[in-house]
T-cell receptor
Framework: DAGVIQSPRHEVTEMGQEVTLRCKPI?????LFWYRQTMMRGLELLIY????????DSGMPEDRFSAKMPNASFSTLKIQPSEPRDSAVYFC??????????FGPGTRLTVL | SQQGEEDPQALSIQEGENATMNCSYK?????LQWYRQNSGRGLVHLIL?????REKHSGRLRVTLDTSKKSSSLLITASRAADTASYFC???????????FGAGTRLTVKP
């Protein structure tokens, strides 16, 4: 299996622009997670899905952030409009049941 | 919050020594998982221990779980310079899979 796939790997954008991050979980995994990592706040859980349904989005910082999972093999995290404080590494991870959680390589986002 | 909290925050040892990191959590769990992250890289899954297990081994790694104390430890034996990384624990609660992380332990192994 190719593992969790994220794209793009790096994104540089200007303040106010829309940013869309993409994730393809491991085939057969039924839970998907979006995390954000910064030096100041560490690794934060933003939102997670079970069977494509959002279960807990309490970690989403603001209404500017939204996430979707239209099917079992694809999810997006969108920031609109983006701000410099959104600069971070965004990770996607997936799990099958209550088993090992596997992470993607992350997307390094820089908002100028 | 049921997130794991690691201690110490930082640990520096000599190559060949053992490294022990601890993780505490607050709620009942289904499982606890340890991860490693090299600087600027993604998280790599190391080991999963379930709530009905007390100890697990994987190569030079040994993980223990004490559910009565809500704590876990990760022992790396015969450490190597390549073990230098940040180590995180995350817990999955009984009913949900909302894996949350602590701040991690930064391990430095000096050659």
């Amino acid at each position: 299996d190719a593992g969790v796939i994220q794209s793009p790997r790096h994104e540089v954008t200007e303040m106010g622009q829309e940013v869309t991050l993409r994730c393809k979980p491991i085939s057969g995994h039924n839970s998907l997670f979006w995390y954000r990592q910064t030096m100041m706040r560490g690794l934060e859980l933003l939102i997670y899905f079970n069977n494509n349904v959002p279960i807990d989005d309490s970690g989403m910082p603001e209404d500017r952030f939204s996430a979707k999972m239209p099917n079992a093999s694809f999810s997006t995290l969108k920031i609109q409009p983006s701000e410099p404080r959104d600069s971070a590494v965004y990770f996607c991870a997936s799990i099958r049941g209550f088993n090992e959680q596997f992470f993607g390589p992350g997307t390094r986002l820089t908002v100028l | 919050s049921q997130q794991g909290e690691e201690d110490p925050q930082a640990l520096s040892i000599q190559e060949g020594e053992n490294a022990t990191m601890n993780c505490s959590y607050k709620t009942s769990i289904n499982n606890l998982q340890w991860y490693r992250q090299n600087s600027g890289r993604g998280l790599v899954h190391l080991i999963l221990i379930r709530s009905n297990e007390r100890e697990k081994h994987s190569g030079r790694l040994r993980v223990t779980l004490d559910t009565s104390k809500k704590s876990s430890s990760l022992l790396i034996t015969a450490s190597r310079a390549a073990d230098t990384a940040s180590y995180f624990c995350a817990t999955g609660t009984i009913n949900n899979n909302d894996m949350r992380f602590g701040a991690g332990t930064r391990l430095t192994v000096k050659p």
